[in-house]
């Protein structure tokens, strides 16, 4: 028998739709992906530059379990400048992506039986690295009359004395909505009222396409600071989710305390990489302005594309590279004589037919639902949309 609790765990729907996607094209089947939430563009030259520069000055060798100095330093620098957040090093965690640094932040938050509420829709990992960490998710359902944004009258009604901590992620993965500086100063007086702590996931703070600004909960005064896990990561903005580098700004104590969990699980993240992620943050910034326009053009796209098919629609999303589809008025309809019951259904017969993928709204909390990306170029984006104009069309 093996352990009751990893058997317990589900795949990551996200990486399993974009292998599969991945596998299709290798065998030469004309897919289109709209799965992963992977940047198409490659990592800027610089930053490749640095980490050739970095192997060659020798950075082949095990580093500070919670990163290199010069990388903290940089870090903290980011925080200041961007965030108005003040960290010294010894509050930064350097891990291998952000999602290692959810894994380090539940390790040394939870206790069995603690409950982290996490609003739906969610990101798909956030449930699971909880209970990987022996915590219990408490979901909170938003709607999309609130824009999918989770109010202190929810968090209130899902409060016990076993809740710990709750999940804010803005912009958001799945639904790409951000919450305001008034939504977020409401959370953090009620996670301070209740001595909560806050994991403020602001991976996507800097794909933002309108008018919107991002704002860390953190720096909403004195106590939600102490109370606040920021993390952050260098994937997604700057094109590096094969380099596996994320970061969390923390109270120096739970920083100790993941270095501790890291020192053992890692011993430190890859060394170059770490020197790649030093010449992202504090090199030109003008890349990062390219790929954001190139997003924008391809969200409005989107956005105007599906809410033009009948019996599909999708509210705008503010930020991140994800369009969430509402799919609920194909169900109890069908598709060349198949019942659709489910966005899994959907999805999956529209992959079948058409041979493009999407990721099942399921896995997100939101079973109405199902998520685009649109980090694949505007060609792929609009065979992909012609392709779902196709297969609503024949839904009847
Ligand atoms: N948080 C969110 C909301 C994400 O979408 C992702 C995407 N993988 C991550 C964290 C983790 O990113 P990474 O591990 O690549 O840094
Ligand atoms: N975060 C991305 C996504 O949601 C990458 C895959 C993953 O890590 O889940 O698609």
Redesign the pocket.
Known sequence: MLSRKALSISPSPTLAIDALAKKLKAEGVDVIGFGA?EPDFDTPVHIREAAVRALEEGYTRYTPASGLPELQQAICKKLLADNGLTYTPAQIVVSN??????TNVFAALLNPGDEVIIPAPF?V?YPEIVRLNDGVPVIVETSRQSRFKVTVDQLAAALTPRTRAIII?SP??PTGQIYTRDELAAIAGFAVANGLYVIS?E??EKLIYGSEEHVSIAALGREIYHLTVV?N????TYAM?GW???YTASSPEIARVMGNVQSHATSNPNAMAQKAAVAALEGPQDCVEAMKKAFAIRRDYMVEQINAIPGLSCVEPAGAFYVFMDVSGTFGRHYRGRLIGSSDEFAALFLENEKVAVVPGTGFGAPDYVRLSYALSLPQIEKGLSRLKNFAGEIR
């Open positions: 939430g992506g952000a999602k290692h640094s959810l990101w990992s992620n958001s993965n996931d991976i996507y993390v990561g260098v994937s997604k989710t596996r580098i994320g």
